[in-house]
């Protein structure tokens, strides 16, 4: 069975980092795509990052590109998303998510498989 364990959330102060971690187990096919979404209160849930497992080709939403950053240790079934210049727009439930492919999405229906999510709060 393939379960997704997010980490690193918490509070921070505007300009500020957090570094997510995604630890995925039960993962044996090699043509994994792994996402970052987050939803905040009131809002609908929307694509953050993805990042393909083979290959470390990368997708961003407008919002994040050159603040936030995601990688992966493929040995590790690890996913981290690096968040800079944090603001408080950047306040959410952030999921960490997983799906069978060759490239990236940033449709959250394209995943079949995700974490229980983790609270990033951006303080002013």
């Known amino acids: 069975q393939v379960q997704l364990v997010e980490s690193g959330g918490g509070q921070v102060q505007a300009g500020g980092s957090l570094r997510l971690s995604c630890a995925a187990s039960g993962l044996t096919f090699s043509n994994v795509i792994m996402g970052w979404f987050r939803q905040a209160p009131g809002k609908e849930r929307e694509f953050v990052a993805a990042?393909?497992?083979?290959?470390?080709?990368?997708e961003y939403a407008n919002s994040v590109k050159g603040r936030f950053t995601i990688s992966r240790d493929s040995a590790k079934n690890t996913v981290f998303l690096q968040m800079n210049s944090l603001n408080h727009e950047d306040t959410a439930v952030y999921y960490c998510a997983a799906r069978q492919g060759w490239v990236t999405s940033s449709s959250l229906y394209a995943y079949e498989i995700w974490g229980q999510g983790t609270q990033v709060t951006v303080s002013s």
């Open positions: 990042i393909t497992r083979s290959t470390g080709d990368t």
